[in-house]
């Protein structure tokens, strides 16, 4: 059964602290992607990366970083976490041709306190 | 500015109720996307439409892309509480182009 995986469902950080979000995809996918979801405001993408070592920015990267050194693991870092980071966070993979589709995880739900 | 947008917002109806929801843009899209979340969960694919006017079925589901690509229609008949969730529609423009998506209709079938 293939999947991507995230590595915690739950988290709970305090403001200031580094927190790194794991995404692992067993579907040799080249493209790898980090999306916050937040109510009223829908899916919006963080980060992208292609190909390993690659990278590119989303709509909303600031505050965030990524890490690509293998093609089937794709990390979220937020640098300093803040209260306004708290949000369910989604990674998904794909195939280079969009038509078939995302393969998302379960989400990991951040909160910051 | 949201290029895709969905109606309605949200949609409570009773079982063996049939419903339609939009997806519309003012952009073309070379391929469009339909997902299910559950709460909790990720979304799924539910199915990808590619050609304009082209009608795509999956059980009770019933998917249109529109003739000139920009917009998009899901129609579900005789609805069952297992449809309950969020459908969010996703385009893309190009052939490796990330995907656009919409916020999502979120469904309630009541038993």
């Known amino acids: 059964d293939v999947k991507v995986t995230q590595s915690s469902r739950y988290l709970v950080k305090r403001t200031g602290e580094k927190v790194f979000l794991e995404c692992v995809q067993d579907?040799?996918?080249?493209?790898m992607f980090w999306y916050r979801q937040d109510p009223g405001l829908g899916l919006r993408l963080i980060y992208f990366?292609?190909?390993?070592?690659?990278?590119e920015k989303g709509d909303i990267p600031e505050g965030y970083s990524v890490s690509r050194e293998k093609k089937e693991r794709f990390s979220l870092i937020l640098e300093s976490a803040s209260t306004n980071q708290t949000s369910m966070y989604l990674c998904?993979?794909?195939?280079?041709?969009?038509?078939?589709?995302?393969?998302f995880g379960s989400g990991t739900r951040l909160t910051v306190v | 500015t949201q290029l895709l947008e969905q109606s309605p917002q949200f949609l409570s109806i009773q079982e063996g109720e049939n419903l339609t929801v939009y997806c519309n843009s003012s952009?073309?899209?070379?391929?469009l996307q339909w997902y299910r979340q559950e709460p909790g969960e990720g979304p799924v694919l539910l199915v990808t439409?590619?050609?304009?006017?082209e009608v795509k079925k999956l059980k009770r589901l019933t998917f249109q892309f529109g003739d000139a690509r920009k917009d998009s229609s899901l129609h579900i008949t005789a609805a069952q509480p297992g449809d309950t969730g969020l459908y969010l529609c996703?385009?893309?423009?190009?052939?490796?182009?990330?995907?656009?998506f919409g916020k999502g209709i979120t469904l309630s079938v009541r038993p």
């Open positions: 579907m040799d996918h080249e493209n």
């Open positions: 952009s073309v899209f070379s391929s």
């Open positions: 439409v590619v050609t304009g006017g």
């Open positions: 996703a385009g893309a423009r190009g052939a490796n182009s990330k995907l656009t």
């Open positions: 998904a993979s794909s195939l280079p041709q969009g038509l078939y589709g995302y393969t």
């Open positions: 990366s292609y190909d390993v070592k690659m990278k």
